[in-house]
DNA sequence: AAGCGACACAACCGCTGCTTT
DNA sequence: GAAAGCAGCGGTTGTGTCGCT
């Protein structure tokens, strides 16, 4: 629900941003913090929508923003990730430190869908596609958890449809837990990873320092 | 050198879920 | 509980650059 067509908005200021604009904003960050976006452009003097000095910002002018080509080891941990996740560019991109979801984005869509066209999504996909808390009425799932997914665009539907049996699977944030031994590869992957996801929430696994850490569990997995 | 098409990536748009009032 | 506002996500589009003719 967003109100960008009001009148002070379509006096916004659109398409590429200028080298005083990046220091306006990355000033503003660094003094006044994230977040707040909606009052970013007036307080900053940008005459730019809060959604584009977010996007700008989280894609790069942050300071940990990795530039430059990606890594043989970071490509194939995405094509291994979007193997499981499909078009979940969020939550690829968060394995990937110093990595944009719009980056992974666009790297994917330029480089690695040539690669790999058996991914590519068909006509027929659908629009994101929602995924509520009451069809899993025993996921606990907090809200950094993602409970938006998409349709079946890369044709790649085992995933989502292990996603839509959550139930299997014990998400509550307080006591998350893994299927015990012998059940582990029958479980669906992706509330397997969602929980990775929560589970360095609670900086479990902190002690590995490999920004491409999975738990030993997830190799057969990902290979 | 100019024109053109392909490519890469930045930015926008529409939508959703969550939080606040 | 409903409405409004905010933040974020993924798909799409726009624009600059590069290479080829």
């Given at each position: 629900?967003?109100?960008?067509?009001?009148?002070?908005?379509?006096?916004?200021?659109?398409?590429?941003?200028?080298?005083?604009?990046?220091?306006?904003?990355?000033?503003?960050?660094?003094?006044?913090?994230?977040?707040?976006?909606?009052?970013?452009?007036?307080?900053?003097?940008?005459?730019?929508?809060?959604?584009?000095?977010?996007?700008?910002?989280?894609?790069?002018?942050?300071?940990?923003?990795?530039?430059?080509?990606?890594?043989?080891e970071?490509?194939d941990l995405?094509i291994r990730m979007?193997k499981l996740l499909?078009?979940?560019?969020?939550?690829?991109?968060?394995r990937?430190?110093?990595?944009?979801?719009?980056?992974?984005?666009?790297?994917?869509?330029?480089?690695?869908?040539?690669?790999?066209?058996?991914?590519?999504?068909?006509?027929?996909?659908?629009?994101?596609?929602?995924?509520?808390?009451?069809?899993?009425?025993?996921?606990?799932?907090?809200?950094?958890?993602?409970?938006?997914?998409?349709?079946?665009?890369?044709?790649?539907?085992?995933?989502?449809?292990?996603?839509?049996?959550?139930?299997?699977?014990?998400?509550?944030?307080?006591?998350?837990?893994f299927p015990?031994e012998?059940?582990f590869y029958?479980e669906?992957v992706?509330?397997l990873l969602?929980s990775i996801?929560?589970l360095?929430?609670?900086?479990?696994g902190?002690?590995n320092?490999s920004p491409f850490y999975f738990p030993e569990e997830m190799y057969p997995l990902l290979l």
């Open positions: 629900m967003e109100r960008e067509g009001t009148k002070q908005e379509l006096k916004l200021k659109k398409g590429p941003w200028k080298p005083e604009e990046d220091l306006l904003l990355k000033k503003y960050v660094e003094t006044c913090g994230e977040g707040k976006w909606g009052t970013v452009s007036k307080r900053a003097g940008l005459m730019r929508g809060g959604k584009s000095c977010r996007l700008r910002w989280k894609n790069y002018l942050r300071p940990d923003i990795k530039r430059g080509g990606m890594s043989e970071e490509e995405i979007h499909g078009n979940r560019w969020s939550l690829i991109a968060g990937l430190p110093g990595r944009t979801d719009n980056e992974v984005k666009n790297y994917w869509n330029t480089h690695l869908m040539k690669r790999y066209p058996q991914y590519k999504r068909d006509d027929s996909r659908s629009k994101r596609r929602k995924l509520s808390h009451s069809d899993n009425s025993t996921n606990t799932c907090g809200p950094s958890s993602t409970n938006t997914i998409k349709g079946s665009d890369e044709g790649n539907d085992e995933p989502i449809a292990a996603l839509n049996n959550m139930n299997s699977f014990n998400y509550d944030p307080e006591s998350p837990q015990s012998g059940e029958e669906p992706l509330p969602d996801v929560l360095e929430s609670f900086k479990c902190a002690e320092s």
